[in-house]
C-alpha cells in the first residue's frame, strides 16, 4: 500500500489545494518499507492529481481539499482521507494502525463523520441528496455556491425545488426555501 500525506512544517499540510510537498509511505504489513518526499506543482489543481498518480499513491491523507481537487484525485482511483491534522510522524503511524479514523486526528469542527464524506449531524445519502434526520436535503456535489454569490445565492431570482419528487416553485425574496414545504411531499424545500 502507498500512501501520500500532504505536509508542511512536519505537519499535515491544513489545506491540499495550497500543498507544495507530499510525503510517500510504502507500507506492507502494516510495517513501513520505503519514504520518499516529493515537491507538487503549486499553480496547477489537475498536475497535483496528476503527480499523485505518476508517484502510483493509493491514498490520499490531507487537510482541506476542494471538492473539485478531490474529484480530479479520485478519478485516477486515489482514496482521500480528507480533513486530517496533526504531525506528519503522528498521523502517519495511525495510518499504519488504522487509526486515522479517530477524532483526534480530525480537523476542528470536521467530527467523525469526515471519512464518510459526511459532516456532523447529517445524516444519509440518498441519490446524490444528503437527508438530515428530518428529511432536508442539500446539495453532495458542492456546486451550490450558497450565500458567497452566483445561482445559488440568497436574494431574488431562482426556484425553492423539492429534493425528493423535483416540484419547483418561484423563490420568494426574503424567505429562505427550506421554510416553504413541498405541497406532494410535505418535505422542505431547497434552493435551486
Known amino acids: 500500500m502507498r500512501a501520500g500525506f500532504a505536509v508542511w512544517n512536519e505537519r499535515i499540510a491544513p489545506v491540499f489545494d495550497t500543498a507544495g510537498h507530499i510525503h510517500v509511505v510504502d507500507a506492507t504489513a502494516g510495517r513501513i518499507v520505503a519514504e520518499i518526499r516529493t515537491t507538487l506543482p503549486l499553480d496547477s489543481p489537475a498536475g497535483k492529481a496528476i503527480r499523485l ?22 478519478a485516477y482511483g486515489i482514496h482521500v482521507s480528507p480533513f486530517v491534522t496533526g504531525t ?12 486515522l479514523g479517530a477524532e483526534a486526528y480530525a480537523m476542528p469542527g470536521c467530527g467523525r463523520g469526515r471519512r ?34 452566483g445561482q445559488f445565492a440568497g436574494g431574488p431570482g431562482g426556484f425553492c425545488v423539492c429534493p ?15 421554510q416553504s414545504q413541498c405541497p406532494k411531499c410535505g418535505l422542505p424545500l431547497t434552493r435551486e
Open 53 to 74: 498518480a505518476e508517484l502510483a499513491v493509493n491514498e490520499l491523507v490531507c487537510g482541506a481539499i476542494s471538492y473539485p481537487l478531490r474529484t480530479m484525485v479520485a
Open 88 to 99: 506528519l510522524a503522528e498521523v502517519v503511524q495511525a495510518w499504519l494502525d488504522r487509526t
Open 116 to 149: 464518510h464524506g459526511r459532516t456532523r449531524g447529517l445524516g444519509r445519502r440518498e441519490g446524490g441528496i444528503m437527508q438530515s434526520a428530518d428529511g432536508r436535503g442539500g446539495n453532495l456535489q458542492g456546486g451550490g455556491r450558497g450565500r458567497m454569490g
Open 164 to 178: 425528493q419528487c423535483g416540484h419547483r416553485e418561484p423563490h420568494e425574496r426574503g424567505v429562505p426555501c427550506n
